[in-house]
T-cell receptor, first 112, second 111 residues
């Protein structure tokens, strides 16, 4: 049982480049999330999808876009990467809005 | 605004030395408090969910408790493999009930 799978695990981008972070879950969960984790800042919500077909902004959405491709997959896109987007990105999913979330292993992104 | 504060930021214990981690929160109606463990370079691993004051959950050497204002993660006779960062999160009682995280407590257990 894979749980939440993220790709890639590591990525280095140059300023201005674009990329998409992929996330898939095999737990038939309704809700999916994208977080970023920075030293001293904790986990901050970028975007979330309460259910298939819906997406909403979280705490720090600027510079990002998301797509809920189907119930399993939720991607995060950086259109023009900036050094401030250097971070570790985590995808998570939960069965519903009151339940615990399960996290992927993360993508470590460096923008130079 | 809902907030989650964890203390201490870091804690160093000797193997077998029991202690507690604190998570205090301010929410306009708790919809769940969650504890996670995070190892370096890994994603957070779910440990416990608590929904109401007085509730307790246990798993091996860990026990989580909840009051109306805070939660404690008690670690009894810790082992070096318990070394990790422990994260606390709450569900907001507004809109979608998003998870709001604290910054964590880094625990190091020495042999």
């Amino acid at each position: 049982n894979a749980g939440v799978t993220q790709t890639p695990k590591f990525q280095v981008l140059k300023t201005g480049q674009s990329m998409t972070l992929q996330c898939a879950q095999d737990m038939n969960h309704n809700s999916m999330y994208w977080y970023r984790q920075d030293p001293g800042m904790g986990l901050r919500l970028i975007y979330y999808s309460a259910s298939e077909g819906t997406t909403d902004k979280g705490e720090v959405p600027n510079g990002y876009n998301v797509s809920r491709l189907n119930k399993r997959e939720f991607s995060l896109r950086l259109e023009s990467a900036a050094p401030s987007q250097t971070s570790v990105y985590f995808c998570a999913s939960s069965e519903g809005k009151y339940t615990e979330a399960f996290f992927g292993q993360g993508t470590r992104l460096t923008v130079v | 605004e809902d907030q989650v504060t964890q203390s201490p930021e870091a804690l160093r214990l000797q193997e077998g030395e029991s202690s507690s981690l604190n998570c205090s929160y301010t929410v306009s109606g708790l919809r769940g408090l969650f504890w996670y463990r995070q190892d370096p370079g890994k994603g957070p691993e779910f440990l416990f969910t608590l929904y109401s004051a007085g509730e307790e959950k246990e798993k091996e050497r860990l026990k989580a408790t909840l009051t109306k204002k805070e939660s404690f993660l008690h670690i009894t006779a810790p082992k070096p493999e318990d070394s990790a960062t422990y994260l606390c999160a709450v569900r907001e009682n507004t809109g979608f009930q998003k998870l709001v995280f604290g910054t964590g407590t880094r625990l190091l257990v020495s042999p």
